[in-house]
């Protein structure tokens, strides 16, 4: 009788341990409906998962929403990464707690306005199959900014293009006064052309997402006025007619009230066109000349150039606001790194994790770092501080498959050296002084050469 009892009482437990069902797991996914534009608002996404445990991770998918980017608020525990228009929370045990709770950034850009849409899924492993779950659609409108600075900018950009060969040279040139702080240069790129920098003027530059980016994380305050050039060439090596549309956002900018910088007027190349007209600058501080008269044709022969078979059209400057955040958010895209040592898997192409940064100021030309760790997964701060006793700052990028991390930036090889030396006593496998010139990861042996640095064992 009593062994009757148990099986039976061993049967309801099976039964019960069974109930679990997927339709079970109820998600939420809310945030504002409407927007402004370069605004950044708080979307909330809570997970009713019931009490199991294990690997999980939460896609947020925005090819229906591109031009935005969102940053991770709080994760529960979980690491965070953002590219290519996909966001990611990865978990390698959930929480243990019946509901997981996630907040995120979304920030919108001067560039874009309308409906936008924010899918995902949430995947997990479940007495060992993988199951995975619609997370309800985020739809919000991105309407223009209602009111604008009251009070003109102190800043003007102006941009021109030059037809060259078979590529064309992209000048802006910005008077900015006597003012430091971040700041970025953001141009759209037409279709189908790619571009490489010419003369960055101490800014870090990125040709990403259809967009030619120049990024100061302190612009000095002796520099008034600079000038940077990109060139662009079509894939199919075609010369086609084109516009470009772009902005100037600073951390001054925002003290002003343009929370999105100002536009940059917009530039047309008009094939086969002899027509070449140009925006004048004025109070460029770049030279100090007395005479008034003097001053404007020097200014007249740094903005044109004579060229044929080109036309610039450019129509008067505008003003677009956007979020202090939006700004400050393109100036972590400076943290850049790159080699191997040892498996931590992950789908990303490159990996910023937006809470491990470097506050080392970023040299533009051939800096060191030292590489602590190479893996093929995603580790956070939390793994880093229990497996090495690290709790320092940390970039990571992905480079052939291996996800790597580095710490520090250093104008002097003996400096990374010295740092390499002081990681000794958290036991990384094998550390080592890495190089860079402008952000590109080069030999050490070729940096050495470059700046003119001894090595040192």
Same mark, same amino acid.
């Given at each position: ?27 939420t ?11 950044t ?8 998962k019931m ?7 939460l896609?947020?998918?925005l ?5 935005i ?35 995120y ?15 995902? #899924? ?9 199951k ?7 739809i =919000? ?14 800043v003007k950009?102006? +941009? ?16 900015k006064g006597?003012?430091?702080? =971040?700041? +970025?240069?953001?141009d759209?790129?037409?279709? /189908? ?35 940077v050039t990109y060139?662009?060439?079509?894939i ?11 902005e100037?956002?600073s ?8 929370k999105s ?20 600058l ?13 001053? !404007?044709?020097?200014?007249?022969k740094?903005e ?13 400057i ?37 809470n ?6 970023? /040299? ?6 030292? !590489?602590i ?10 793994? =880093? ?31 990374? +050296? ?10 990384f496998?094998?550390?080592?002084? #890495?190089a860079?010139?402008?952000?590109? +990861?080069?030999?050490?042996q ?7 640095q001894?090595?040192?064992?």
């Amino acid at each position: 009788m009593i062994k009757s009892i148990l099986i039976l009482i061993n049967l309801s437990a099976i039964m019960l341990f069974s109930i679990f069902n997927i339709d079970d797991i109820s998600i939420t996914h809310k945030g504002n409906s409407t927007l402004v534009i370069g605004d950044t608002t708080e979307v909330k996404i809570t997970i009713n998962k019931m009490d199991f445990s294990g690997p999980g991770r939460l896609k947020l998918n925005l090819s229906e929403a591109e031009g935005i980017t969102i940053v991770e608020k709080e994760s529960d525990g979980a690491s965070f990464t953002f590219n290519n228009n996909e966001g990611l929370f990865i978990w390698y045990d959930l929480p243990n707690s019946k509901n997981i709770e996630i907040t995120y950034l979304v920030t919108t850009n001067s560039l874009l306005k309308g409906m936008q849409k924010i899918t995902g #899924t949430f995947s997990f492993i479940n007495e060992n199959q993988r199951k995975q779950i619609k997370v309800p659609m985020y739809i =919000f409108e991105v309407a223009k900014e209602q009111n604008l600075a009251s009070i003109p900018p102190s800043v003007k950009s102006v +941009r021109s293009i030059e037809k060259v060969k078979d590529y064309y040279v992209v000048k802006i040139h910005t008077t900015k006064g006597k003012h430091k702080g =971040f700041a +970025r240069i953001k141009d759209k790129l037409p279709q /189908n052309y790619l571009a490489e920098a010419i003369e960055t003027d101490g800014a870090v530059f990125k040709n990403i997402d259809g967009y030619a980016k120049f990024i100061w994380s302190d612009l000095p305050e002796e520099l008034e006025s600079f000038t940077v050039t990109y060139k662009i060439k079509h894939i199919n090596n075609i010369d086609t007619s084109f516009s470009i549309i772009g902005e100037y956002a600073s951390e001054h900018l925002i003290k002003e009230g343009y929370k999105s910088g100002i536009e940059i007027p917009i530039s047309h190349y008009l094939k086969d066109s002899e027509e070449f007209t140009y925006n004048k600058l004025e109070n460029d501080t770049t030279k100090l000349i007395i005479n008034e008269e003097n001053n !404007q044709e020097e200014i007249t022969k740094e903005e044109t150039s004579s060229t044929e078979n080109n036309s610039i059209i450019q129509t008067p400057i505008e003003t677009i606001a956007i979020n202090e955040d939006s700004v400050e958010n393109a100036i972590e895209e400076i943290a850049v790194s790159e080699e191997e040592t040892k498996p931590l898997e992950t789908e990303e192409e490159e990996i910023l994790v937006d809470n491990i940064h470097n506050n080392d100021k970023v /040299n533009t030309q051939i800096n060191y770092k030292v !590489q602590i760790l190479a893996a093929h997964r995603i580790a956070g701060k939390e793994y =880093f501080s229990r497996s090495f006793k690290f709790n320092g700052n940390f970039n990571l990028e992905n480079h052939e498959g291996w996800v790597k991390y580095t710490t520090g930036s250093f104008d002097k090889y003996k400096s990374a +050296r010295d740092k390499r030396n002081n990681l000794s006593t958290h036991k990384f496998p094998g550390p080592f002084v #890495t190089a860079y010139n402008n952000g590109e +990861r080069i030999t050490v042996q070729e940096a050495l050469i470059v700046s003119k640095q001894s090595w040192i064992q």
